[in-house]
C-alpha cells in the first residue's frame, strides 16, 4: 500500500521568499507522484507530476518538485512567493490508487 | 467546458436521513471515484468505478453505496446519514485506469454536507 506525509499542516512565508512544501511517501512499486493545489471553496487543480524521466518536473504558476528515491521524496518549492499562492496544498501519490497526504496550508503574508 | 460536475453544492441532512450526491461528467472517462475532505486528514477514497457496471471499495465505505449505469453518472448514496458524514465530498474523474498510471484526477468543485 502507498501512503504520503506532508510534514508541516501550515506554513506561512513573506511575499518574495522561498516556498518550500514537503512531502515524503511510501510506496512498494514506484511510484506516481503529484502535487495538487486547492483554493478556497474549489475542486483540487493539479500544479506538476512526477511519472518516469527527469527528477525535477515544473509545474504552472512556477512552481516545482524533485523526486528523490534515496530520500522518498517530492518536496514542491517556488522561489519566490506571491500572494496569489496562499491556498492549500496537497501531495498524492499512486500505484494502484491515488492517496493524498493531509494537506498544507500556505500562508502568504505582505 | 463542464468538466465534472457535482449536484448539490451544499445540503443539510438530518440523522437517519438518505440522500444522493450526484456527479457526472464530460470527458468520456471510464475512472470515477468519491472522497470525501475533512480537516488535517486530506482527502480519502471512499468508492471508485473503473467503468460503467464496475464498483469497489476505497479506503472508508462504510455508510455510502455507488453505482454506475453509464459512463458520465456515478451518484453516491447516504442511505442513513450519520454526523460522522458531515463532511466535503469531491468527485473525481481520470481517462485510464484506476487513476494510477494513468496520472491526472479531474475534480469536481465538491459538495458540503452537514448532518444534524
Known amino acids: 500500500a502507498q501512503s504520503v506525509t506532508q510534514l508541516g499542516s501550515h506554513v506561512s512565508v513573506s511575499e518574495g521568499a522561498l516556498v518550500l512544501l514537503r512531502c515524503n511517501y511510501s510506496?512498494?512499486?514506484?511510484?506516481?507522484l503529484f502535487w495538487y493545489v486547492q483554493y478556497p471553496n474549489q475542486g483540487l487543480q493539479l500544479l506538476l507530476k512526477?511519472?518516469?524521466?527527469?527528477?525535477l518536473v515544473k509545474g504552472i504558476n512556477g512552481f516545482e518538485a524533485e523526486f528523490k528515491k534515496s530520500e522518498t521524496s517530492f518536496h514542491l518549492t517556488k522561489p519566490s512567493a506571491h500572494m496569489s499562492d496562499a491556498a492549500e496544498y496537497f501531495c498524492?501519490?499512486?500505484?494502484?490508487?491515488?492517496?493524498f497526504g493531509a494537506g498544507t496550508r500556505l500562508t502568504v503574508k505582505p | 467546458n463542464a468538466g465534472v460536475t457535482q449536484t448539490p453544492k451544499f445540503q443539510v441532512l438530518k440523522t437517519g436521513q438518505s440522500m444522493t450526491l450526484q456527479c457526472a461528467q464530460d470527458?468520456?472517462?471510464?475512472?470515477m471515484s468519491w472522497y470525501r475532505q475533512d480537516p488535517g486528514m486530506g482527502l480519502r477514497l471512499i468508492h471508485y468505478?473503473?467503468?460503467?457496471?464496475?464498483?469497489d471499495q476505497g479506503e472508508v465505505p462504510n455508510g455510502y453505496n455507488v453505482s454506475r449505469s453509464t459512463t458520465e453518472d456515478f451518484p453516491l448514496r447516504l442511505l442513513s446519514a450519520a454526523p460522522s458524514q458531515t463532511s466535503v465530498y469531491f468527485c473525481?474523474?481520470?481517462?485510464?485506469?484506476?487513476?494510477?498510471?494513468?496520472?491526472?484526477?479531474?475534480f469536481g468543485e465538491g459538495s458540503r454536507l452537514t448532518v444534524l
Open positions: 470527458m468520456n472517462h471510464e475512472y
Open positions: 498524492a501519490v499512486t500505484s494502484l490508487d491515488m492517496r
Open positions: 510506496s512498494s512499486v514506484p511510484p506516481y
Open positions: 468505478s473503473v467503468g460503467a457496471g464496475i464498483t
Open positions: 512526477y511519472t518516469t524521466g527527469a527528477t
Open positions: 473525481a474523474s481520470s481517462p485510464l485506469g484506476r487513476g494510477s498510471k494513468s496520472g491526472e484526477l479531474f
